[in-house]
C-alpha cells in the first residue's frame, strides 16, 4: 500500500510548512516575461492592414468586365459606329487595370512593387477619364435606333466609374505609404 509523508496541519500565512525532518523538495522555477516585446513590422505593414489586395482583385474583376463588354461590343458594331468601339476603349481600360490589380495583389509578397503599383494606378486614372470624354462624345452622338448598345455604353461608364474610384482609393493609400518610407 503506498504511504505518503505529509504534513497536514493547518497553518497561518506568517507560518512556512514544517520541515523538519524532510528534505525540501525542489523549487521549480520558470521565465515569464515582465515586459512584451513589440513584434516586428514588415515593410508596408500599416497599408497592409487596410487590405489593397481585395481593392486588386475588385480591380482585376471589372477589367474583365470591361474587357468582355469591349468584345460584345465589338461583334455587335462595325468599326465606324462609334468612337468606342473605334479606339477599343474598353479592352485598353479592362487589360490597364487587369494589370494593375495584378500588381496591388503582389504587393503582400513583393512590397518593392509600391512604385510601379502607383504609376499604374495613377496611368489607369488617366486613361479611364479619357474613355470616360470619348464614352460621352458617343453617348451624346448616338442614334436612337441603337438603344442597345447605349445602354451598353452607359453600363461601361459605370463600370469605368468604379474602376476609377478603386484606383483613386489605392493611389491615396501607396501615396500615403511611399510618403512614409521617404526620409
Known sequence: MACADVDMDIQGDDEG???????????????????????????LHDLLKKQPDVLGSLQMVSGILSVGLGIIFAATQTMG?????????????????????????????????????????????????????????DLTLWIPQHHQEWKMELMELCVLGLEVILSVILCVWFAKEKRAKSP
Request: hydrophobic share 45%.
Open 17 to 43: 510548512p514544517d520541515t523538519s525532518g524532510c528534505r525540501t523538495p525542489p523549487r521549480i522555477q520558470h521565465y515569464q516575461a515582465t515586459e512584451l516585446m513589440p513584434e516586428d513590422k514588415g515593410p
Open 81 to 137: 459606329d462609334s468612337l468606342f468601339t473605334l479606339f477599343r476603349v474598353s479592352q485598353l481600360t479592362g487589360t490597364l487595370f487587369i494589370i494593375a490589380g495584378f500588381t496591388s495583389n503582389l504587393l503582400f509578397k513583393y512590397p518593392r512593387l509600391l512604385p510601379v503599383s502607383l504609376a499604374i494606378n495613377c496611368g489607369c486614372i488617366i486613361v479611364a477619364v479619357l474613355a470616360a470624354c470619348l464614352i460621352g462624345v
